[in-house]
């Protein structure tokens, strides 16, 4: 629902003005209720004390009958609702009301105002509504002595009724009134602040997020290595967060552009120069082909003759020199064949241990006098992989081994089974690579060795990432090399 930023920061200034305005609302009608009720109580002690005065001035000169209708006039204002003179015993002498409620009060309950005057207001329910009273007392002076005993401190109690309903009705007039201007003024300022939100913050963040998008639809092309010209927002002038960041997203733009223009450059040159490897390659595996054969019958012929005639030693030496070179000559053209025309795998079920044999087999046979260790499972264990091509791999790997040692060192090759994989350990005790070399161990014509294609590594690297494996290597000139080599036991189907 809130899914984009302007949504959400409306629906903040919306629910912030909400609470703000009912907090608001709540206090100034709390507060106008409380000024209202004070000035209530004000023009209640200003009536009573009015009402003390004229009392006491007609009494004494002995009008009396004036008394009725100047009281009379005081409850014609709005809040004064009835003016009472009580007798010293709670009853009423005098009352002037409104309405046909009748007050009385006990002794009891007039003392206490007289001893405590914070006791003068008071709150009474009279039928179905609430009155404030203020109750004073009349003080008995010596005016008054021709009519009351001197004994009397009170000689009686003006008490003022006020009606807390019209109070009421005055202040929820406010409130509503209050309510209605909150609402006009804060609707106002949410309209406002809005505004300048969408012109400040939404409107660029949308233009923003548009450029965004198509850059990220553009960088499909930046991937393949085309030309492109990223397009920058128009630069803002504004000295803010919104500002710094259209100009830094420009700054970036200017960056991809300059790294477009040097990858298309690049591309061209790796272009070019694959065009030259591909040319060189389908040239080198013509000429491979063209050597194989002859070769491989040349070097044929030279084990028969060795065989079959009765030479003197040094002339075998001979036979056995020209056969060494002619293998030589015969794997260089097999490693051609193999980088430049590379095949797919044909997997079949292969017994693991086997293969792992047969190689140190063939190892010893070529009179290296490196020592094997090996460390297999008891059982057999059986993945899905390409035979010939399994065996090629751990040949260049054990073949590097053994090339790197000097003369009394050792190959450790541990075989480790997992539920899904298994783990092939190579590890020798030779000369070591340097680090910053091992990254270019599995480039193609690399080799530490003075004899060699250097595609061993290569070619390596390519068979066990047919069969979804993986290889590594970890070296320490002097300590020795270490070749991990993981391959899964079963290949998914295609």
């Known amino acids: 629902m809130l ?48 009402s003390n005065t004229i009392l006491e001035k007609l009494m004494i000169d002995g009008e009396n009958e004036k008394l009725h209708e100047t009281l009379e006039k005081l409850i014609e204002s709005n809040q004064a609702y009835d003016v009472m003179v009580l007798r010293e015993d709670g009853t009423i002498a005098i009352q002037f009301q409104k309405g046909d409620s009748i007050t009385t009060f006990s002794p009891q309950q007039l003392k206490e105002i007289s001893n405590n005057p914070q006791n003068q207001y ?82 660029p963040v949308k233009i923003l997020r548009n450029q965004i998008s198509t850059l990220e639809n553009e960088t499909e092309h930046f991937e393949q290595g085309e030309q492109i010209h990223f397009s920058k927002i128009k630069a803002s002038k504004k000295r803010d967060e919104i500002g710094d960041l259209i100009n830094a997203f420009n700054a970036l733009i200017h960056k991809l552009n300059k790294a477009n223009e040097k990858l298309v450059e690049l591309n061209q040159i790796k272009m070019e120069h694959a065009d030259r490897l591909a040319t060189s390659g389908q040239m080198a595996a013509s000429i491979a082909h063209e050597i194989k054969n002859p070769t491989a019958g040349v070097l044929g012929a030279l084990k028969i003759l060795r065989e079959e005639l009765n030479l003197e030693p040094d002339k075998i030496e001979i036979f056995n020199e020209m056969i060494t070179q002619l293998e030589r000559i015969n794997n260089t053209v097999n ?4 980088y430049a025309r590379p095949t797919s795998p044909e997997f079949t079920s292969v ?19 490196a020592k094997i260790k090996t460390s297999f499972p008891d059982k057999n264990i059986i993945i899905e992989a390409d035979k010939k091509q399994l065996q090629q791999v751990l040949w260049n790997v054990m073949l590097n081994a053994q090339d790197a040692l000097d003369t009394g060192g050792e190959i450790i090759l541990n075989l480790e089974e997992k539920e899904d994989f298994i783990n092939i350990t190579i590890t020798d005790n030779g000369k070591g690579i340097p680090e910053k070399e091992i990254q270019n161990v599995f480039k193609p014509f690399f080799s530490t060795k003075h004899k060699g294609t250097g595609l061993g590594m290569t070619i390596t690297k390519r068979i066990i990432e047919q069969h979804n494996g993986s290889i590594r290597i970890q070296s320490k000139v002097g300590v020795g090399t270490t070749v991990y080599i993981t391959l899964p036991k079963l290949q998914k189907k295609a």
């Open 3 to 50: 899914n984009s930023i302007g949504k959400k920061i409306i629906f903040g200034v919306i629910v912030v003005f909400l609470v703000g305005g009912s907090i608001f609302v709540y206090y100034a009608h709390k507060t106008g209720y409380r000024l209202l009720e004070e000035s209530a109580q004000h023009t209640a002690n200003n009536v009573a004390i009015f």
């Open 122 to 203: 008071f709150i009474k329910q009279d039928g179905d509504s609430l009155f404030q009273y203020l109750i004073t007392p009349v003080q008995n002076r010596q005016e008054c002595l021709r009519c009351h005993e001197s004994s009397k401190g009170n000689i009686g109690y003006i008490a003022v009724k006020i009606s807390m309903d019209e109070i009421r009705k005055i202040a929820d007039s406010h409130r509503t009134m209050n309510i209605i201007m909150t609402i006009i003024i804060f609707v106002g300022l949410a309209v406002a602040i809005v505004i300048m939100l969408v012109i400040l913050i939404i409107r």
């Open 335 to 338: 490693d051609l064949l193999s």
């Open 351 to 369: 017994e693991l241990t086997e293969i792992i044999k047969k190689t140190i087999s063939l190892m010893s046979k070529t009179g290296n006098s």
